[in-house]
């Protein structure tokens, strides 16, 4: 098989990683190919715009049963591998000719960890030091993976990641039977997180989740990223709604909302952003956070005592509780306050990036500023 046709089994074979933007994932956009050529990827940048990646598999061969999974050993699939030489020399080949910017390179398990790993690496290392690419490199720890492979990873990409998938051992182990939660992935999240606490990994260290696969619950999941936030200094966590596979053991098993997939993602952006810890988070009676209403208006209506806040005595944080209210629209009511002095109007705070229909129930400018709950209740708007 030629490098061409293995990029378009190993290149469509890497859709199932994510890197893209949260909006983009909720809509789609961000598992779309450009151009039609597999496996280059637009991946969305935090800031806005596009870095369009080489995300690929290193190999398609894998000794793992995960039972949601493409490449599971069980099913007969069309088996290849990239060598080192291969992938460097298509990496660098797409770069020159401006079709790409960086690399994402995800692997299955050919043999084992250690050794295919090193593989991978060998064709970063290539990349990085014969081609002298100093761009943007996200490369996948392997579950079971060496701690010299780990420590070789740290030196050669700017990010690394390993997929948790489930958010417990009992959970994790419904989708395999191959792999051991503690010693197979968590140890290898705290040696990343080891990493970059000495200074490597500029673009730090990520995961993911397959949402609904071992139905597990939103409440589940959250507390287990929250602990990962807190504990292993993981910078961030994706989700992604599980889509049965034909021919996999859980091709019968209902799909995941992809709302429900968004709604994870705004809770995790406020245990990130907004100083919400996971005992802050409302779940239905099931352990599911409501679909019908965003987190944070979610927690502003459980918490009526809280509000409303005055826009011009609350602080920063008090302020982020605020639905309509983000980051950056509290910084700039706090510097106003501070320059300007009083906020007296509603188009003041629309000028200043506020979403005023959504933060004017739970906000006072003046005594005329509040709308009554009952309405916004009966009317719910969500991001």
């Known amino acids: 098989m030629n490098t061409m046709a293995k990029l378009r089994v190993l290149g469509a074979g890497a859709k199932y990683d994510l890197c893209g933007h949260d909006t983009l994932l909720l809509s789609g956009v961000g598992r779309r ?4 050529l597999p496996g280059v ?35 007969c699939r069309i088996k290849t591998s990239f060598t080192p030489e291969e992938l460097a020399d298509l990496f660098t080949k797409l770069y020159r000719e401006g079709i790409i910017e960086g690399l994402f390179l995800s692997s299955s398990v050919c043999g084992d960890s250690t050794s295919t790993m090193e593989r991978m690496l060998e064709a970063a290392e290539i990349i990085r030091r014969k081609h002298h690419f100093k761009g943007y490199i996200h490369l996948k720890v392997l579950p079971g993976a060496s ?24 959970r994790f182990q419904e989708l395999t039977s191959t792999k051991n939660y503690k010693s197979d992935i968590l140890q290898r ?16 260290h ?17 507390r287990t990223v929250s602990s990962l936030y807190r504990n292993l200094n993981l910078d961030r966590a994706y989700y992604s709604a599980f889509e049965p596979l034909k021919g996999t053991p859980l091709e019968k098993h209902p799909p995941t909302l992809l709302l429900r997939q968004y709604r994870l993602y705004q809770a995790d952006w406020l245990l990130r952003f ?11 009676d099931n352990g599911y956070l409501p679909l019908r209403r965003d987190p944070k208006t979610e927690y ?32 700039r009511i706090v510097r106003v306050r501070q320059t300007r002095g009083e906020i007296t109007s509603l188009r003041q705070l629309q000028k200043l ?31």
Not at 60 to 65: E, M, P
Request: overall charge positive; aromatic content about 10%.
């Open 206 to 222: 990520t995961t993911q989740f397959v949402v609904g696969a071992s139905d597990e619950t939103d409440r589940e999941i959250l």
């Open 189 to 204: 999240m705290r040696w990343i997180s080891e990493q970059k606490s000495e200074g490597r990994l500029p673009s730090g």
């Open 41 to 75: 990827y637009p991946a969305a940048l935090p800031g806005g715009g596009f870095k369009n990646l080489l995300k690929v598999l290193f190999t398609n061969v894998c000794l793992h049963d995960c039972r949601y999974c493409f490449s599971s050993s069980s099913l």
């Open 274 to 284: 907004y100083g919400f810890k996971f005992g802050d988070l409302v779940f239905n």
């Open 147 to 170: 701690h010299d492979a780990v420590k070789w990873a740290s030196e050669l990409a700017d990010r690394l990641s390993i997929n948790i998938e489930a958010p417990s051992r009992s």
């Open 353 to 383: 990036g506020v979403v005023v229909k959504r933060a004017r129930p739970f906000i006072t400018v003046s005594s005329k500023t509040q709308a009554p709950l009952d309405r916004y209740r009966s009317h719910p708007r969500t991001l």
């Open 300 to 331: 502003a209506l459980n918490n009526p005592d809280f509000y409303p806040v005055d826009v011009n005595e609350g602080t920063y944080q008090e302020l982020l509780r605020v639905p309509g209210i983000g980051p950056t629209s509290a910084s």
């Open 33 to 36: 190919w450009r151009g039609g």
